[in-house]
């Protein structure tokens, strides 16, 4: 199973239980659509560091990372197209919308779920507050300074990512990799691909990181 198949599946193993099924399906439905970038990206960043590393026992935090990724991704989404303001909105529509909206409180909540006692945490935390801060600016932003905003949303999980995967194997991220990171996310509001990711990022990521596995074992 390659990486971005692994942090689909946990993925909706995190969303199994939710109900109604309706619901259940709007998550799915966009995980199957989705690129699983972030979570790969976790998942990369671990094995940077521990090249050995068991994928399937960190596969929940690179899932918890996608998850709020794609409830906040939705979130931007529902707030820049409004679905409820068209007057020829039908029912089914409005129905729609909705579940479009309890899709995205439930991704990031289940992926926060997912980061709460890791190390990740607190970045989750930092995650979602700046997205809500940058789209509070944005509402009275002009058009170049708007975009800009947005673009956040993606550097912002890239970093997040960084930190929940070298956590996840005992080492942390410095300004200095969180900013290589910020970087891999690009210069527009569009998830890289997983293909687009360097075949050098692993290296990167493990020469920036502060392994403190590697740092307790030479202390002992």
């Given at each position: 199973m390659d990486d971005a198949a692994?942090?689909?599946?946990?993925?909706?193993?995190?969303?199994?239980d939710v109900e109604p099924p309706a619901l259940r399906a709007a998550l799915t439905d966009r995980f199957a659509e989705a690129?699983?970038?972030?979570?790969?990206l976790t998942l990369l960043s671990a094995r940077a560091l521990d090249p050995g590393v068991d994928a399937s026992g960190i596969e929940e935090h690179a899932a918890g990372v996608q998850l709020i990724y794609e409830g906040l991704r939705l979130t931007r989404e529902l707030a820049q197209t409004e679905p409820w303001a068209e007057v020829d909105l039908?029912?089914?529509?409005?129905?729609?919308?909705?579940?479009?909206v309890l899709a995205a409180d439930v991704s990031v909540s289940r992926g926060f779920y997912l980061l709460a006692r890791t190390a990740a945490a607190d970045k989750a935390v930092e995650t979602v507050r700046a997205f809500g801060r940058d789209q509070t600016r944005r509402r009275?932003?002009?058009?170049?300074?708007?975009?800009?905003?947005?673009?956040?949303l993606e550097a912002d999980v890239f970093e997040l990512a960084v930190v929940a995967g070298t956590a996840a194997v005992g080492g942390s991220a410095p300004a200095e990799l969180l900013s290589y990171a910020a970087d891999l996310a690009g210069d527009d509001d569009r998830m890289p691909a997983v293909g687009s990711l360097?075949?050098?990022a692993g290296d990167r990521i493990a020469s920036l990181a502060d392994d403190d596995r590697v740092a307790s074992s030479a202390d002992t």
């Open positions: 692994r942090v689909r599946a946990a993925a909706e193993r995190a969303v199994a690129g699983m970038t972030p979570g790969t039908d029912a089914e529509g409005d129905i729609d919308a909705d579940l479009d009275d932003a002009d058009p170049a300074e708007a975009a800009a905003l947005d673009r956040d360097p075949e050098s």
